[in-house]
């Protein structure tokens, strides 16, 4: 059972839990009323602070990563690249992104792109690693 409010409408032990409190009028032919709809955001806080840690988490692991790395949208377009795949591509993260990855695919490998595209839009496992040759920017 809880310690309850005290008179100043604080938790008697101290806590302080967040809430979205939120009046709406309501009006009668006498007199206006107002309804008051409160709702404890404990959890849907902890759950954005969750999200924005693992976003930091990802984002810190993405753009450090030795590895090249890009997220490419379900029409096979780089959305964003990281430092790592910019020098091994020699392309600027600027000319990546928005650019289809068949752009820098080799001819030959194109297919293999496509094919493993094509299963993930399916809903299909992700395609095992396979190797793949990239057209690199002239110097």
Do not use: W, Y
């Amino acid at each position: 059972m809880g310690s309850g409010l005290g008179l100043d409408g604080q938790p008697k032990d101290g806590t302080e839990d967040p809430i979205e409190f939120c009046l709406s009028p309501r009006e009668t032919d006498e007199v206006l009323l107002v309804s008051a709809a409160i709702r404890d955001v404990t959890e849907r806080k902890r759950a954005v602070a969750e999200i924005a840690a693992a976003e930091a988490l990802f984002r810190g692991a993405f753009e450090g990563s030795p590895i090249g790395m890009a997220l490419i949208d379900l029409d096979g377009r780089f959305t964003k690249v990281n430092e790592a795949l910019c020098a091994i591509t020699g392309h600027a993260s600027r000319q990546l992104e928005g650019l289809s990855a068949d752009a820098i695919t080799h001819h030959d490998d194109v297919q293999l792109e496509r094919e493993a595209l094509v299963g993930i839009q399916a809903g299909g496992p992700p395609p095992h690693a396979t190797d793949r040759r990239h057209i690199r920017a002239p110097h």
